[in-house]
């Protein structure tokens, strides 16, 4: 079946960098979209960012442009997020969803566990 297991999670210092991995199994990796969602205490579950099966396109939110990076290895059946520059309000527990599509527009259909991040001093 499909699993999706994230990583890389932790606490980190205002300005800091994490790299979060998701590890994927159980279906064609290669085939999928995939993307990053996150959910702070309190707040609704958002996108963070999504990347098509091939890895050429991304597409981002507006509160992440320029600070994280999407990417992924279909060799290695992992996607990726960079984060730079971390701010207090990117603390949120981040999801690796997978789509049902090659298209970063399809619909997610599963979800992973989720990894804290803390950005605090």
């Known amino acids: 079946q499909v699993q999706l297991v994230e990583s890389g999670g932790g606490l980190v210092q205002p300005g800091g960098s994490l790299r979060l991995s998701c590890a994927a199994s159980g279906f064609t990796f290669s085939r999928y979209a995939m993307s990053w969602y996150r959910q702070a205490p309190g707040k609704e579950r958002e996108l963070v960012a999504r990347?098509?099966?091939?890895?050429?396109?991304?597409n981002y939110a507006e509160f992440v442009k320029g600070r994280f990076s999407i990417s992924r290895d279909n060799a290695k059946n992992t996607m990726y997020l960079q984060m730079n520059s971390l701010k207090p309000e990117d603390t949120a527990v981040y999801y690796c969803?997978?789509?049902?599509?090659?298209?970063?527009?399809?619909?997610?259909?599963?979800w992973g566990q989720g990894t804290q991040v803390t950005v605090s001093s």
């Open positions: 969803t997978k789509r049902d599509g090659g298209s970063y527009a399809s619909r997610v259909d599963y």
């Open positions: 990347i098509s099966s091939a890895g050429v396109s991304t």
